[in-house]
């Protein structure tokens, strides 16, 4: 991701845990949106689904206030823009601790600081500041008697890295190697800190999808790569970005340092040429990244050594900038309505067979169908959009869009359920299959995207009778 920024999954561990314990998995709460529940109401949510690690990017009063006393671990950040006042000024860094660490530690379990955020592509060119920021955040900490407690680290992109194939040949570029790359990873040592990764197959996969397997980058079935530099065999993208980095810190002598996954993720919906975007797809990556972290310890490279992981995003940020892919990685919408629904936790990981993980599930409401509809497509609504939109949607497939809404009048038959929602994803789909399924059908002010599971059982019997045509 750029310079901003599981129910869920976990077992209650260290942050930093041992070689004898699983991984834990734990989530981005990103805040770029104006549609967001109060982040009373989000420590309730995270505390409803189990949740217990949690990563901002910043140090809102109101969010670390609201998570005190909650039993949610805590990464906070500071930010890129405050990095040269850090490295300038250890007065201004023991400020910003006692301001934003001690003045609500140890009520709120902050477990760590993330300075900055993928500082080698900020284009403030920050970089020259990360070492010295870092340092005077550590005296800082320790001033206070911190930082026996809390952590510190710097998340980087894997554009860091000069080669990371195959994994064996793991780099970093070198013009970063000896002033900021040497020094970071001697203080991480320095603290028994984790180096910080934003890892994400789907850019690698959306970039070279005539190159990787859909299923490599998912963690589905595959005959595997066996990487040439070293002989060991790679069932999954993930793995591999992450053993090129640890490839690349073995090269410089660190490889005791190890690596906490502090961003990754698979968009539910993105543009026309973000290849496998998509809610099965992320739901497929998201699930099986869980029972991957939760089921066993290590990467090819590192098998002893479990991997933490932090799941990007909490929610659908309507705010962010880039491609749509970016507005999507939430595992909720803001009315905290799940996006998809995948096992969260390690007990839900034990009861549903792997095979189940990556059935898209985003019915409008009702019951998912479980019956095989293999190369068929739907529209529906994306239930996190606002009503205006939804509505202004409604009215253009009904309308001009020629779509057949006559069941969904009054006293017809698919007029139940009378929700918005239910409506629009019926109009949205009678339009996309009258268009033959065409790219760009299934929009409709991106409050609409495409589905490869029946939607749900309310509406099926009535899609049923045009939609199986293949184009």
């Given at each position: 991701?750029?310079?901003?920024?599981?129910?869920?999954?976990?077992l209650l561990?260290?942050?930093?845990?041992?070689?004898?314990?699983?991984?834990?998995v734990?989530?981005?709460?990103?805040?770029?949106?104006?549609?967001?529940?109060?982040?009373?109401?989000?420590?309730?949510?995270?505390?409803?689904?189990g949740?217990?690690?949690?990563k901002?990017?910043?140090t809102?009063?109101?969010?670390?206030?609201?998570?005190a006393?909650?039993?949610?671990?805590?990464?906070?950040?500071?930010?890129?823009?405050?990095?040269?006042?850090?490295?300038?000024?250890?007065?201004?860094?023991?400020?910003?601790?006692?301001?934003?660490i001690?003045?609500?530690?140890?009520?709120?379990?902050?477990?760590?600081?993330?300075?900055?955020?993928e500082v080698?592509?900020d284009?403030?060119?920050?970089?020259?500041?990360?070492?010295?920021?870092?340092?005077?955040v550590?005296?800082?900490?320790?001033?206070?008697?911190?930082?026996?407690?809390?952590?510190?680290?710097?998340?980087?992109?894997?554009?860091?890295?000069?080669?990371?194939?195959?994994a064996?040949?793991?780099?970093?570029?070198?013009?970063?190697?000896?002033p900021?790359?040497?020094?970071?990873?001697?203080?991480?040592?320095q603290?028994?800190?984790?180096?910080?990764?934003?890892?994400?197959?789907?850019?690698?996969?959306?970039?070279?999808?005539?190159?990787?397997?859909?299923?490599?980058?998912?963690?589905?079935?595959?005959?595997?790569?066996?990487?040439s530099?070293?002989?060991?065999?790679?069932?999954?993208?993930?793995?591999?970005q992450?053993?090129?980095?640890?490839?690349?810190m073995?090269?410089?002598q660190y490889?005791?340092?190890?690596?906490?996954?502090?961003?990754?993720?698979?968009?539910?919906a993105?543009d026309s040429n973000?290849i496998?975007?998509g809610?099965?797809?992320?739901?497929?990556?998201?699930g099986?990244?869980?029972?991957?972290?939760?089921?066993?310890?290590?990467?090819p490279?590192k098998?002893?050594?479990?991997?933490?992981?932090f799941?990007?995003?909490l929610?659908?940020?309507?705010q962010?900038?880039?491609?749509?892919?970016?507005?999507?990685?939430?595992?909720f919408y803001?009315?905290?309505?799940?996006?998809?629904?995948?096992?969260?936790?390690?007990?839900?990981?034990?009861?549903?067979?792997?095979?189940?993980v990556?059935?898209?599930?985003?019915?409008?409401?009702?019951?998912?169908?479980?019956?095989?509809?293999?190369?068929?497509?739907?529209?529906?609504?994306?239930?996190?959009?606002?009503e205006?939109?939804?509505?202004?949607?409604?009215?253009?497939?009904?309308?001009?869009?020629?779509?057949?809404?006559?069941?969904?009048?009054?006293?017809?038959?698919?007029?139940?359920?009378?929700?918005?929602?239910?409506?629009a994803?019926?109009?949205?789909?009678?339009?996309?299959?009258?268009?033959?399924?065409?790219?760009?059908?299934?929009d409709f002010?991106?409050?609409?995207?495409?589905?490869?599971?029946?939607?749900?059982?309310?509406?099926?019997?009535?899609?049923?009778?045009?939609?199986?045509?293949e184009?």
């Amino acid at each position: 991701m750029a310079t901003l920024a599981f129910s869920f999954f976990f077992l209650l561990i260290s942050f930093f845990s041992s070689s004898s314990e699983a991984g834990s998995v734990g989530v981005n709460y990103g805040r770029l949106a104006n549609d967001l529940p109060t982040p009373a109401k989000v420590v309730e949510l995270l505390k409803s689904q189990g949740l217990s690690r949690v990563k901002l990017y910043d140090t809102d009063a109101t969010v670390l206030t609201a998570f005190a006393n909650s039993g949610i671990k805590v990464t906070v950040a500071m930010p890129n823009e405050l990095l040269s006042n850090a490295a300038a000024d250890q007065s201004f860094t023991d400020a910003w601790v006692n301001d934003n660490i001690s003045k609500y530690y140890p009520a709120t379990q902050i477990e760590a600081v993330a300075v900055g955020n993928e500082v080698f592509v900020d284009p403030n060119n920050t970089t020259k500041f990360l070492v010295e920021a870092m340092k005077n955040v550590l005296a800082s900490l320790t001033k206070y008697n911190l930082n026996t407690n809390i952590k510190i680290s710097s998340p980087i992109a894997l554009s860091a890295l000069q080669s990371s194939f195959p994994a064996s040949s793991g780099s970093f570029k070198a013009e970063l190697v000896e002033p900021v790359i040497k020094p970071m990873l001697d203080l991480l040592r320095q603290t028994g800190s984790p180096l910080m990764v934003n890892a994400y197959p789907f850019f690698a996969y959306s970039a070279n999808a005539d190159k990787i397997s859909l299923d490599y980058a998912l963690f589905k079935e595959n005959a595997g790569v066996v990487d040439s530099g070293n002989g060991l065999k790679y069932t999954n993208l993930f793995d591999a970005q992450i053993d090129a980095v640890f490839a690349a810190m073995s090269a410089l002598q660190y490889n005791d340092v190890k690596i906490t996954v502090s961003e990754t993720g698979w968009p539910s919906a993105g543009d026309s040429n973000e290849i496998g975007a998509g809610p099965e797809n992320a739901a497929a990556y998201n699930g099986n990244l869980v029972r991957r972290v939760l089921g066993q310890n290590g990467t090819p490279l590192k098998p002893s050594e479990s991997v933490d992981v932090f799941l990007f995003a909490l929610f659908n940020e309507n705010q962010k900038t880039g491609p749509t892919s970016e507005k999507n990685y939430g595992l909720f919408y803001p009315n905290e309505k799940k996006v998809y629904d995948i096992p969260l936790t390690a007990e839900g990981v034990k009861n549903v067979p792997s095979s189940g993980v990556g059935k898209n599930q985003v019915p409008a409401s009702g019951d998912v169908s479980t019956t095989s509809h293999q190369g068929q497509t739907w529209c529906v609504a994306n239930g996190g959009s606002s009503e205006k939109k939804l509505q202004n949607g409604l009215n253009y497939a009904c309308g001009e869009g020629g779509a057949d809404c006559t069941p969904i009048q009054p006293n017809a038959t698919c007029y139940n359920p009378n929700t918005l929602e239910a409506h629009a994803s019926y109009a949205f789909n009678s339009y996309y299959q009258k268009k033959a399924r065409a790219a760009g059908t299934c929009d409709f002010g991106g409050t609409a995207y495409v589905v490869t599971q029946p939607p749900s059982k309310y509406f099926y019997h009535q899609l049923s009778f045009f939609q199986f045509e293949e184009s």
